[in-house]
């Protein structure tokens, strides 16, 4: 649906975390309606090394859930993704990024699970979430599981990251498997609806009215900066 300028609309961040090459921007670039002039690593080093090399914004807007609607004035809910980088040498960048959300998608590759930066995402979840509602994992690149056994591949991995994740607040969050770069899996193969409708089904069913500090010190909401030539920085 498009925003009625009538209609209340509250703001989630969501912050899209992970390994680097475990698909984060190519999540992004499949949930999001909206792009703004970092989004899907447009900075030309992150083209030419093909990692996303600072934080990328994006969102798209969503019917308030039932669970929300009645006890608020929000008919729609718009989703920012925070795109966090996944490469150990930015992990500045990285914690910059999860400071200022109040969700996160931790991003897997479903053919290789947990690798060093996972750790790190989820020491950062552990730090700036304050339970298993405001975490989904993401099983990404599910296409490339031989499809005579998809289903079993799936719940092998589900298996593997649950015993991982046990003692944190990722041991009970929801694991929702997907493929970001396909629309939909065939479906005489595939068990499962559409992994990107069924992720955003599952983020409307857990998320919550961020409480937001109405008093303090000013701040002033940046898209993004960049240097132009002769001009200076633009904000």
Do not use: W
């Amino acid at each position: 649906p498009k925003m009625n300028e009538t209609d209340p609309i509250v703001n989630i961040n969501v912050g899209v975390l992970g390994h680097v090459d475990s698909g984060k921007t190519s999540l992004v670039g499949a949930l999001s309606t909206t792009l703004s002039t970092a989004a899907l690593d447009k900075d030309p080093q992150s083209k030419e090394r093909g990692i996303t090399l600072d934080l990328g914004f994006s969102s798209f807007i969503l019917p308030s859930p039932t669970h929300i609607s009645p006890t608020s004035n929000y008919k729609e809910i718009q989703f920012t993704l925070v795109d966090c980088p996944g490469h150990s040498s930015l992990l500045k960048t990285i914690i910059g990024g999860a400071q200022i959300i109040d969700f996160m998608l931790l991003v897997i590759d479903a053919t290789k699970l947990v690798q060093a930066q996972t750790d790190e995402c989820i020491v950062l979840g552990e730090a700036v979430l304050k339970s298993n509602e405001q975490i989904i994992v993401v099983l990404n690149k599910i296409d490339l599981f031989p499809k005579t056994r998809l289903k079993q591949c799936i719940l092998d991995a589900e298996r593997e990251l649950k015993s991982h994740f046990k003692g944190t607040k990722f041991e009970h969050a929801n694991i929702v498997p997907i493929s970001a770069t396909s629309a939909k899996i065939e479906k005489d193969l595939e068990p499962l609806d559409d992994g990107i409708e069924n992720l955003k089904n599952v983020l409307c069913s857990q998320i919550q009215i961020p409480q937001r500090k109405a008093s303090g010190s000013f701040f002033l909401s940046v898209d993004h900066c960049f240097p132009l030539k002769g001009k200076g920085t633009v904000l």
